[in-house]
């Protein structure tokens, strides 16, 4: 099918372009100008008082904790996981991770996100969904190891990660991708984790981990290893592959030097981050020094939404308002990390941005809001006033997924129903 979008806003990478146009073929990006493109058109859209955008891209999130949202309020990282969330955890089934799963997605395409990277148990629920829905996702399943005798072998998780990627990686005409996964150095031995990494590398794959999100953390390695956890994931060999790591709050100004130089690719979680009293990572230190920076909500029950244009929005601010610097975090680097960033941390090169060529991931926003009035800065605008409920349309390779609040793949009251439901029984 051919879509043009016309007298839009474009927000492309050599600027915005006002009253533009943009065709979209198939799944792909055709045209983006100022000038109607020639040819017959089987949709026209008039997106008069719309701005779009490339679509927002969650690099870290636990998306089916959507069911604890508000569990273990003001409680520090440590306390908040096993006193609030381990215990409900252990009780969630398939059906319930499934249930919170779909309600993420609801409100993940309400908020503009195309593209997300899950870390959570029973994740072929996850993939199921994502394959019916039309978003993309970079999955896996979790690798642990509380046994500090067990080998790569002998672990169980390891076999599901395995499995998981046998079965799904590719799916879905490539929108399903399956990454490795170390969930942290403190709830992983060494023994594991190597084997994780070598496995990773042998099917040339990617890794998510958490790193450094507490001083607590931290210093626990320190103490365990005599080593940061930066430097006990690059002696397993983690960060020999494509790396993404969650958080980096604690990071050491060697720890830098060392994931620079690993090509290892930090995602910044501000809400969880501030909610949670972790502290505030040192990313335009990172910046600086050339590490590749995207966004991620972490999940529901630690942010508490999976909403990427409030995580924009924090994260445009805290580091000035800390370092006392109005310039220091522009609002262009803070929608490119949530938009290009977050695609080249997925290995997704052929999106987040709206070029010819590029994937049709594409949102729009409404600019005929009182907050979003007078539109003198567009950068400032996203950065500083939009809000995930200003996202009218989400398209993901070229399929329009949510558009004026109808979800055109997912059973909205359906959904919301059995996420209920499921709560209800993990609080009983």
Known sequence: MKLLFKNAYLYTPDGVIKDGFLAVEGDTIAYVGAVRPEGVFDVEKDMSHRLL?????????????????????????????????????????????????????????????????????????????????????????????????????????????????????GAADGRIRIDGCLHAEYTCNPHVAAGTAAWCRSVGGRMHIHLSETKHEHEGCLERYGMTPAEWMNRAGVFDVPCQAAHCVWVSESDRRLMKEKGVAVVHNPSSNMKL??????????????????????????????????????????????????????AKEIITMATRSGALVQGREDTGELTAGKKAD????????????????????VAYSMQGSDVVLTMVDGRILYENGEYLTLDKEKIIYEANAAAARLMA
């Open 53 to 169: 955008l490339p679509g927002l891209v969650n690099t870290h999130t636990h998306a089916a904790m959507t069911l604890l949202r508000g569990v273990g309020t003001d409680l520090p990282l440590h306390r908040w996981l096993t006193e609030a969330v381990f215990p409900l955890e252990g009780k969630m089934t398939a059906a319930d991770i499934r249930a919170g799963s779909a309600l993420a997605l609801l409100e993940m395409l309400a908020c503009g996100t195309t593209a997300f990277s899950d870390m959570y148990f029973h994740p072929d629920t996850m993939a199921e969904l994502v394959a019916s829905c039309g978003m993309k996702a970079n999955l896996n399943y979790p690798v642990q190891s509380f046994n500090p005798a067990e080998t790569y072998e002998q672990n169980e998780s390891a076999r599901k990660l395995e499995s998981f990627h046998k079965a799904y990686h």
């Open 362 to 381: 594409i949102i729009a926003v409404a600019l005929d809001r009182p907050h979003l009035t007078p539109h003198i800065d567009t950068e400032g605008l």
């Open 277 to 330: 009293g972790s502290g505030f990572a040192p990313i335009p230190q990172m910046l600086q020094e050339g590490i590749l920076v995207s966004l991620g909500t972490d999940g529901a029950a630690s942010n508490n939404t999976l909403n990427m244009v409030k995580e924009l929005h924090l994260a445009s601010i805290i580091h000035n308002g800390y370092h006392g610097d109005a310039a220091l975090m522009t």
